[in-house]
């Protein structure tokens, strides 16, 4: 009984040491720091938090979040010169504060290329698509197609 709970205390220790963790951020349709964790070899999970300050004057700022599953296109990472294509698909949710206050909620699907520049610090750049229901804001609330895309690095923590 003794060997068999230290076996599975082992193998418990030794599959979440496995899986990888990252932090990161990104520009492009506003600003993102994320935390990144491998699921296995091929996927991940990243949850991330969105500041965007938008219009020339910065009267109104988006705080929101994403929660993101991504998944390699394996088999073709040596075909394409160690860029690794991935796909996924993530909710994000944000609050508008200041001229046009409101809340937006975007279900998206994710395409993106990442290539490893070191063993710790990866780059990736993608485009996300997806509708956007809003409710409030500066236009009427409603359901439109929304759009983003970023680049960005990933550092392996130790």
């Given amino acids: ?10 193998l418990t220790a030794l599959s979440g040491a496995s899986a990888a963790t990252y932090i990161g951020g990104s520009i492009g349709s506003g600003a993102t720091i994320h935390y990144q964790t491998d699921l296995t070899g091929s996927s ?6 969105n500041l965007d300050a938008t219009a020339f004057d910065f009267n109104r700022l988006t705080i ?5 599953y991504l998944g390699d296109f394996t088999g073709t990472g040596s075909a394409l010169g160690g860029l690794t294509p991935y796909y ?3 909710i994000g949710a944000g609050v508008s504060l200041g001229n046009g206050s409101g809340v937006a909620v975007y279900p998206h699907g994710t395409l993106g290329l990442r290539y490893n520049v070191t063993d710790p610090l990866s780059f990736f750049v993608e485009g996300s698509v997806g509708p956007v229901l809003t409710i409030g804001g500066t236009a009427n609330s409603g359901v439109f197609f929304g759009s983003s895309a970023r680049i960005g690095l990933n550092y392996r923590l130790p």
């Fill in 64 to 68: 929101g979040g994403s929660v993101d």
């Fill in 44 to 49: 991940a999970m990243r949850y991330g938090l």
């Fill in 88 to 90: 996924g698909l993530g």
């Fill in 1 to 10: 009984m003794k060997t068999t709970l230290l076996g599975l205390m082992t």
